[in-house]
Structures are given as C-alpha cells and as structure tokens.
C-alpha cells in the first residue's frame, strides 16, 4: 500500500503525542513493505530532510499561526494526495480531517485517528472549539474507518451513536540510553526531584502541580520538562507562579529525557484532558512511580494500581502528593508491577499490526 499520513507536525518526533504515534507507527509500516508518506511542517522537520527511518518526508508550506497551521496544511496536504496513487490516506487529529471530505471526493480511502477531543482543549476560543467539533464530526462520519487511541473515548463514542470506532492504543519506545549528566546541569540529585514532562498547555495543569507543591511540607524540587506549544502567555503565568525550587528546563530530547524519568523520585501527571497519554505511558516503562489526575484515560492506564488526585483540584493534589512523598518504596514498588503490565499491553508491533489489518478491511470493502 502505498500510505499518506497527515495532521502531524513533521518527523523525526521531537515533542508530540501525535508525532511519536505516526513516526513509530509509520516505521513498522515501512517494514511491512508498504509506502509511508508523512508531510510535514517547515516549522517543525528540516524541509531538507527527505526520509527517516524508511518514511518518505514531504515538506509542505502552511501558514504558521496558531489557527491556521493545521488547517492550511492539511488542505495543501490533502491536494496533493489526489495524485500520486495513495492508497489510504490517514488523517491524525480531529482538526486535519475538517479537509477529510476532499480526499473521499476524489476516491481516496480514508483513516481517521482521534488522539482526544482538542475542541475541549483550553486554548480556543469558542469558534475554534466549534470548528473542531465539525472536525470530530467528519473523523466519525466521513472517513471509511475511525479510530480511537482511548478504549473510554471509543465506548463513549459508540455510546453516543456513532457507528463502530476502532480502539487501538498507543505504544511504547524505550530509549535504553542514560545520560544522567542533566541531573547535574539542572542542579537536582538522582531520585530527589518531581517530573512534569510535556507541553506547557493549560489543559496538562502544570500550573496546578506548581501551585500544590507550595503547600507540601519538604517538597522535592520540580523538574519542567517542556514548553510552549502556541501558549508563551500561560508558560510566562508558570514561571511567575513558580517558587525558586521549580527548574523549567525546555524540551528534552533522547537519553538525557531517558534519564529524566529513570531517576526522578515521582513523575506527576495532573492533566484536564488527554486521549491516551503517550508521557504516562513511557514514565511506567521507565520504571517511574507516577502520580495522575483521575481522569478516565489516566485511570485506563493505571487501573486499580494507580496513585490519583481529584482533576482540577489543588488542595486534593497537595494531599496526595504528601502521601506519596511519605511512602516513596510502595511507589517504586507498584511502579515495578505497573511497568511489567504497561510494556506488555502498549506495544507498537501490535499497534501496526493493528492498524495495517484496518487499511485491508477498508481496501477490500471501503467501511468496516
């Protein structure tokens, strides 16, 4: 087959839920022997940059503001899917599949994965929110197939009346590397600091996590590994709100994020919303005790095993957080049964096997 992935920024991933899922998704699919396009951004991969690991890289222009560089791109994207022979073309995210109706005009099979409900996401406004509502829309009833990366996503929609979306999850990369000398650059000892890893959005709550820390009684200090992704106003908020023990260290990429998660003492998770949190999946494979919010896709996740707060809440985090730091050896050692239960159920291989049985159902029959 030959494969057009679009709504990703770009690859190689170097931030990004839907970037890892479509780079490790789409390497597979390469050693399948099908044909995997992935376009991509300017403003995200090299436009120089021609292949990774097996994908051909299309780099295509858009216009880089924070409400038209999705939309714009998708639409370029999608024209140029109309020739070239694709097979299946794979819209990620609600808002690319807005232009899903173009491709199926012009004969393409269509795949559609929702990584989670952006319209809930707090920076739009309401016309943006109801714009991707119509993105959501056309993922549901537009494209030949849909799928969910959140089995609790899936359901609902189901629930709701939609016909039959696909649950296929996201998996886990491990980078066995360690290169423990960020410890020392961010001035923290091994397993004697808090881990926030990800974009500096509202809907991860960060800002939570920062306001919680200041009532906990012998805090660790807090490690921010990320930054702003279109919201330079909320990530400037945190780093006033946040006390001389917070670091915030950017994006950090390969074995030194690898060794972020091996030796924290507690990875935090406090998010609003999510689809299938990628960062949580991989703080467990790292072998990382993990503090969630209770939200459905983080309770997916942890199961009964799981340490929570309640979502939204300060003063519920500010509790559990005490509580965890109080009892850091039964952390570590239901974070060694969840890690085992983790890499066992969230593999790539059986993402793609997944997703490759998908696209044959859909060439053979055009809907499943």
Request: aromatic residues 8%; glycine residues 10%.
């Amino acid at each position: 087959m030959k494969i057009a992935m679009i709504g990703q920024k770009g690859a190689p991933a170097t931030h990004g839920g839907v970037e890892r899922h479509v780079e490790e998704l789409g390497a597979r699919l390469v050693q399948r022997g099908h044909e995997v396009v992935v376009f991509t951004r300017p403003n995200y991969t090299d436009s120089g940059l021609i292949s990774h690991r097996g994908m051909k890289l299309v780099s295509v222009p858009t216009l880089g503001t924070k409400h038209l560089d999705a939309i714009v791109h998708s639409l370029l994207c999608t024209m140029r899917t109309w020739f070239g022979g694709y097979d299946v073309v794979h819209y990620h995210a609600i808002g690319p599949c807005l232009v899903a109706p173009l491709a199926r005009l012009r004969g393409r099979k269509v795949v559609a994965t929702i990584h989670g409900q952006d319209w809930r996401r707090g920076k739009w406004g309401r016309l943006a929110s109801m714009i991707l509502r119509l993105g959501e829309w056309s993922a549901l009833h537009v494209a030949n197939a849909t799928i969910s990366v959140s089995e609790t996503l899936a359901e609902a929609y189901r629930t709701g009346g939609a016909r039959r979306v696909e649950f296929i999850p996201n998996g886990i990369s491990i980078n066995e590397g360690d290169d423990p000398s960020i410890l020392g650059e961010l001035g923290v000892e091994a397993g004697k600091y808090i881990l926030f890893a990800g974009r500096l959005v509202p809907e991860k709550g960060c800002h939570y996590l920062i306001d919680a820390l200041q009532g906990v009684q012998g805090a660790l200090p807090l490690i921010v590994a990320g930054d702003s992704s279109n919201s330079d106003d909320y990530v400037a908020r945190l780093r006033d709100q946040a006390g001389s023990e917070t670091v915030f260290s950017g994006y950090v990429y390969g074995d030194k994020l690898a060794a972020l998660f091996r030796h924290c003492a507690l990875f935090v998770l406090p998010s609003d919303l999510e689809g299938l949190p990628i960062v949580l999946l991989e703080a467990l494979a790292y072998g990382a005790p993990v503090l969630a919010s209770d939200i459905p896709p983080n309770i997916e996740v942890l199961g009964k095993n799981g340490a929570y707060f309640g979502a939204g809440s300060v003063s519920s985090l500010e509790e559990a957080l005490s509580n965890c730091l109080e009892n850091l050896e039964t952390m570590q050692a239901a974070a060694a049964q969840l890690r085992e239960n983790v890499i066992r159920t969230y593999d790539w291989d059986r993402v793609a096997d997944a997703t490759e049985a998908l696209y044959m159902r859909v060439l053979d029959s055009g809907a499943y």
